[in-house]
């Protein structure tokens, strides 16, 4: 079965501070792969995700996730954290035996400290 | 439409009451999904819809849950006998098949 697993439930960052969200994937085939955003009292919005072609992928707001097959990761990063990054982030997968249902990691909470 | 839309925002409810919450999906998109958030259980999947049909239920928690789609286009999920596990907010998304789903604003349900 297809799983998602993000490394940290809670990161706190400094404001101007690199942001790092880790994910990683159980698949045998690589799958489409996601970070959703969600604001507080918001629904989801997509940030990024990869389909096919080049690993690295960039995102709104700065934000950027490197496809890495061998180590079945899809981390998120953003070199300098602003207040307004403050919310719960979600990685999530489509595996390709599949072009329905979307798998959700279980979130991070992103704090920015001032 | 601008986005996909969903009513209510907010629903409170007795335990034992049925509810019915509604999905329109953005104009076009052949694709429809509900979700559910809840704390304990995160993110979940509940059922899929190409069309009117519904290839995948299997994300549907119990027999108390059903959902339909009219005319290719709004989706309504029922909740029959509510209960207090129920309590989550419950998200639709809609795609035009590809991999992208672009979800609405979400139902928060609170059943008392």
């Known amino acids: 079965a297809q799983s998602v697993t993000q490394l940290g439930s809670h990161v706190s960052v400094s404001e101007g501070a690199l942001v790092l969200l880790r994910c990683n994937y159980s698949?045998?085939?690589?799958?489409?792969l996601f970070w959703y955003v969600q604001y507080p009292n918001q629904g989801l919005q997509l940030l990024l995700k990869y389909t096919t072609g080049a690993t690295l992928v960039k995102g709104i707001n700065g934000f950027e996730a490197e496809f890495k097959k061998s180590e079945t990761s899809f981390h998120l990063t953003k070199p300098s954290a602003h207040m307004s990054d403050a919310a719960e982030y979600f990685c999530a997968v489509i595996p390709y035996s599949s072009a329905s249902k979307i798998i959700f990691g279980s979130g991070t909470r992103l704090s920015i400290r001032p | 439409g601008a986005g996909v839309s969903q009513s209510p925002s907010n629903k409170v409810t007795e335990k034992g009451k049925d509810v019915e919450l509604r999905c329109d999906p953005i104009s076009g998109h052949t694709a429809l999904y509900w979700y559910r958030q809840s704390l304990g259980q995160g993110l979940e999947f509940l059922i899929y819809?190409?069309?009117?049909?519904?290839?995948?239920k299997s994300g549907l928690p119990s027999d108390r849950f059903s959902a339909e789609r009219t005319g290719g286009s709004v989706s309504t999920l029922t909740i029959q006998r509510t209960q207090q596990e129920d309590s989550a907010v419950y998200l639709c998304a809609s795609s035009w098949g590809g991999a992208e789903q672009f979800f609405g604003p979400g139902t928060r349900l609170t059943v008392l």
């Open positions: 698949s045998s085939v690589p799958p489409y």
């Open positions: 819809f190409q069309g009117n049909s519904a290839p995948d």
